[in-house]
């Protein structure tokens, strides 16, 4: 089945604990992103990657780090998270191109306390 | 600036009544159209897109929408709705390599 993986799906954490939200997608898309959903502002791109080893900022990149360093896989890191990274996050792939539409991750709900 | 506007935050509907979801957008470039629906703790799903051509375009659960690029908006109508489409829709854009959503408009259809 065509797919994004993310993983965890909940995670509760403390402030400044580094952590690593999973990312994988078995389309063979080159496109892959990172999205944060919070309430009354919809989704906001935080990094995208257009393919291996190439990345870039989205809207809210501040306080994260991405890496792709293979096609399948786009790793979300917190280096150190704060109270205001709680969020809903979603991780998204698509083929090359604007006219495709995005398959989407099921969230990642992130706590920081 | 980019920008995509959902006009309603929140739209309660009966079952099997008619319903509109509506959409504007700002852009200077061309750009292609989606909706996306997100039902409870689950992903978004691609509802339907217009990227040239017919400007009424039809997507899966019986949606469809409408592209006015005059009034740039593209709103999403179905003639009957379900309680199986209670859920949150969300309008967005691809203008270049960057994809915009809107704040989401969540449906209600009550019994």
């Known amino acids: 089945e065509a797919q994004v993986t993310q993983n965890p799906r909940y995670l509760i954490t403390v402030t400044g604990k580094k952590l690593t939200v999973t990312c994988s997608q078995n389309m063979n898309h080159e496109y892959m992103s990172w999205y944060r959903q919070d309430p009354g502002l919809g989704l906001r791109q935080i990094y995208y990657?257009?393919?291996?080893?190439?990345?870039d900022k989205g809207d809210v990149p501040e306080g994260y780090k991405v890496s792709r360093k293979e096609k399948r896989n786009f790793p979300l890191i917190l280096e150190s998270p704060s109270p205001n990274q709680t969020s809903l996050y979603f991780c998204?792939?698509?083929?090359?191109?604007?006219?495709?539409?995005?398959?989407f991750g099921s969230g990642t709900r992130l706590t920081v306390v | 600036a980019q920008s995509v506007t959902q006009l309603d935050s929140q739209v309660p509907v009966f079952e099997e009544a008619p319903v509109e979801l509506r959409c504007n957008y700002s852009?200077?470039?061309?750009?292609?159209l989606f909706w996306y629906v997100q039902y409870p703790n689950q992903g978004l799903q691609l509802l339907l897109k217009?990227?040239?051509?017919?400007?009424l375009v039809k997507g899966i659960n019986g949606f469809e929408a409408e592209f006015n690029k005059s009034q740039t908006s593209f709103h999403l109508r179905k003639p009957s709705v379900h309680i199986s489409d209670t859920a949150e829709y969300f309008c967005?854009?691809?203008?270049?390599?960057?994809?915009?959503f809107g704040a989401g408009t969540r449906l209600f259809v009550k019994a």
């Open positions: 990657s257009m393919n291996v080893e190439v990345t």
């Open positions: 998204a792939s698509s083929p090359p191109g604007a006219n495709y539409g995005y398959t």
């Open positions: 852009s200077s470039v061309s750009v292609y």
């Open positions: 217009y990227l040239s051509g017919s400007t």
């Open positions: 967005a854009f691809t203008g270049g390599f960057k994809t915009i």
